[in-house]
């Protein structure tokens, strides 16, 4: 970029943002959502399609320069635009810490910095021309949510006019061919590394259920120093008996029941659940589970106890405590404990059908919790089923095995 220098700032020529030059083509600007929306469209209406519904100052020319450097606003990426809108709000609103990262701009056009001296400090500003549009090659849903959220007739006025002044950071590329800024695109979505949802749990510090799954990590003793926060899978050769996603899912049944598996790593609502309690109460339970089956835990190899999907199951059988009079609640521990220990814990035929199938070598695998909770569940818990009487070696009712009078058993 040339960068001459000047008295005074023409404001004729363009919209002025502070900031800090990197290269002759790449700027980092401070800037706020009303200067943005001065220097960039509403992604939404760069989508092909809908042309009655496109500003007049959206051109065919512009959607298909916007095609060549970015994906469509379809699928996961548009069903996130509320979401992420609704984080910027808290995060504007000062209701929660948050983070917004650089949005990436770009433009074929070169653009100019321009030196200004304020209250005796030079600083620079780049200047993009009136009628110039800026389009993000990357944190395009961030752009989108920032509209989103302007157009939203549930979000106060006062609370927009915050978000128009709030400073936001982006950074511009200009001069550049749409097939040098198509590699940019390419580059800034491919070549990072996405954390695997393990570690997302472990640093999301703004879900309720995780300041529980950490009290757990800390009160429950078998637990402590032996959760692992980051592997999908634990070692064979690991001191770590339990995954955090799996005790997070435990956690999430006693507040659910065992549909609570439908969440998966997604949040769940605790809006009508009392945390202390509920962290009490979980690690009370979980206390009493892992005392009583603390050596079948720990032998990931030989035993299904301590597998995710029964991890699930112990969590649903949990809620029972959590809804019952705090009176009540020593003497049903007692007794699902008591009922839990006539189960035989060990890798065997009769697990199949619930947590394990075999393979065609005989091999045993693990069955996740989606798959098979409601199964265990019923294993653990539903007197009536075989799965029941199954893990507990337990005879079949009569009626079940003998044969009907009179009748051969061929």
């Avoid at 512009?62 to 996961?76: I, M, N």
């Avoid at 405590?321 to 814990?345: C, F, M, N, V």
Wanted: proline residues 6%; contains cysteine.
């Amino acid at each position: 970029m040339a960068k001459p220098s000047t008295e005074g700032l023409d404001l004729s020529e363009g919209t002025f943002i502070r900031c800090m030059p990197v290269d002759e083509r790449t700027t980092h600007i401070q800037v706020n959502f009303k200067q943005l929306k001065v220097v960039t469209h509403d992604p939404a209406v760069l989508q092909p399609g809908n042309v009655r519904l496109r500003p007049a100052d959206v051109t065919d020319e512009d959607v298909e320069l916007h095609s060549l450097v970015q994906r469509g606003l379809e699928l996961g990426k548009k069903s996130n635009i509320p979401k992420y809108a609704a984080y910027i709000r808290r995060h504007v609103a000062g209701e929660q810490p948050g983070v917004l990262p650089p949005i990436h701009l770009w433009t074929e056009q070169p653009l100019f910095i321009y030196q200004h001296a304020m209250q005796g400090v030079v600083q620079d500003f780049l200047c993009v021309p009136h009628g110039v549009k800026l389009i993000a090659i990357d944190g395009e849903t961030q752009l989108a949510s920032h509209y989103h959220l302007q157009h939203d007739k549930d979000v106060p006025e006062e609370l927009k006019d915050l978000h128009r002044t709030a400073k936001l950071s982006a950074v511009v590329h200009d001069a550049r061919p749409y097939l040098e800024a198509r590699q940019f695109f390419h580059d800034l979505n491919v070549l990072g590394v996405r954390v695997n949802t393990t570690i997302a749990l472990a640093m999301d510090t703004a879900d309720p259920l995780m300041a529980v799954v950490g009290r757990i990590s800390d009160d429950v003793p078998f637990f402590r120093g032996r959760v692992e926060r980051i592997a999908r899978q634990i070692k064979k050769d690991s001191h770590k008996v339990v995954k955090l996603q799996d005790l997070r899912q435990c956690v999430v049944n006693m507040v659910h029941g065992i549909a609570g598996v439908q969440f998966g790593t997604k949040p769940a609502p605790v809006d009508r659940v009392d945390l202390d309690a509920l962290g009490t109460v979980a690690r009370d339970w979980l206390t009493a589970y892992t005392d009583a089956f603390g050596v079948e835990l720990a032998d990931r190899e030989g035993c299904v106890a301590g597998t995710g999907t029964v991890l699930a199951a112990v969590g649903a059988l949990g809620q029972t405590l959590l809804t019952a009079p705090e009176g009540e609640r020593p003497a049903r521990q007692k007794a699902l404990i008591a009922s839990l220990a006539q189960i035989d814990w060990r890798k065997g035929d009769h697990w199949l059908g619930t947590v394990l199938t075999q393979t065609p070598k005989g091999n045993y695998t693990i069955n996740g919790p989606k798959q098979s909770a409601y199964a265990v569940y019923a294993a653990l818990s539903h007197e009536d089923t075989s799965a029941y009487r199954r893990v507990r070696h337990q005879a079949e009712p009569a009626s079940a095995t003998e044969e009907p009078a009179g009748e051969s058993a061929e």
